[in-house]
């Protein structure tokens, strides 16, 4: 059964950096899209970045330029590379992989000082 667990989150100052992590299991992780989700309090998730099977990203407009996915298939590992923090990045990050819709559990990013 595929599993994805997320790591990494915490508190952070605005203009911090903080790197996600999402180790997958129980599935072919290499044959998987793999995506970032995150939301915030009062509102709808949304799509952050996402990774193909072949590695070709795409990114929302309010992170581009500041965060980086990126995946380690012999780890079975995607990442989520996450700079020049904002107050608005304030939100649980998940992991999410495609085909199956399978999800992790979330990690809390605060962005505050």
């Known amino acids: 059964q595929a599993q994805l667990v997320e790591s990494g989150g915490g508190l952070v100052q605005p203009g911090g950096s903080l790197r996600l992590s999402c180790a997958a299991s129980?599935?072919?992780?290499?044959?998987?899209?793999m995506n970032w989700y995150r939301q915030a309090p009062g509102n709808q998730r949304e799509l952050v970045a996402r990774?193909?099977?072949?590695?070709?990203?795409q990114y929302a407009d309010s992170v581009k330029g500041r965060f980086t996915i990126s995946r380690d298939n012999a780890k079975n590992t995607m990442y989520l590379q996450m700079n020049s923090l904002k107050p608005e990045d304030t939100a649980v990050y998940y992991c999410?992989?495609?085909?199956?819709?399978?999800w992790g559990q979330g990690t809390r990013v605060t962005v505050s000082s």
């Open positions: 990774i193909t099977d072949s590695g070709v990203t």
């Open positions: 129980g599935m072919a992780f290499r044959a998987y899209e």
């Open positions: 999410n992989a495609q085909p199956g819709g399978h």
